[in-house]
């Protein structure tokens, strides 16, 4: 049970970052929780953070090959932007789920679309931290029965 999280642009600076928006815990100990609590459910987590589209494309390519069975992703700003990551998600074919920590819907006319969204299995947004823990949690759920089968 592999699992990638990936963190796009500007999540780097969780903790500093918009504290009114975006809450306190920084990226390290958003990432942290998910670590542990995939260790406890007996999968192995790995957590990817870029400022750059290239370098998040690269690795969404990467998971297609090596052995990535679900997808957390936060594109941040890139949701609302980067075909390019849309399209190397759609290319890989991973199941995955969309995170956001604010509610975009509530925010900016800019921000309520996503890209991402029509792939997603699902959409987690406005819960804070805590959306990463319930994609988690759904992943594992997923994968776990996936191999009773
Ligand atoms: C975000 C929302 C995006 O609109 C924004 O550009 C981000 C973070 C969120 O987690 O709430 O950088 O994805």
Redesign the pocket.
């Known amino acids: 049970m592999q699992i990638l999280v990936i963190h796009?642009?500007?999540?780097n600076l969780l903790g500093s970052r918009e504290p009114g928006v975006?809450g306190s815990r920084t990226l390290a100990q958003i990432d942290a929780d998910l670590t542990k609590m995939a260790a406890d459910a007996g999968a192995k987590l790995e957590s990817f953070q870029s400022n750059h589209e290239g370098a998040l494309v690269d690795r969404i390519q990467a998971a297609g090959r090596d052995g990535t069975a679900f997808v957390i992703i936060?594109?941040?700003?890139y949701?609302?932007t980067s075909v390019a990551m849309r399209d190397a998600l759609a290319a890989v074919g991973l199941p995955f789920v969309e995170?956001?920590?604010?509610n975009?819907h509530k925010?900016e006319a800019f921000?309520h679309h996503s890209f991402f969204s029509e792939l997603a299995e699902g959409v987690i947004?406005g819960l804070g931290p805590q959306g990463y823990l319930l994609a988690l949690q759904y992943a594992v759920a997923k994968l776990q029965a996936g191999q009773k089968q």
């Open positions: 796009g642009p500007n999540l975006y936060n594109p941040a700003a949701t609302h995170v956001h920590l604010s975009i925010r921000r947004c």
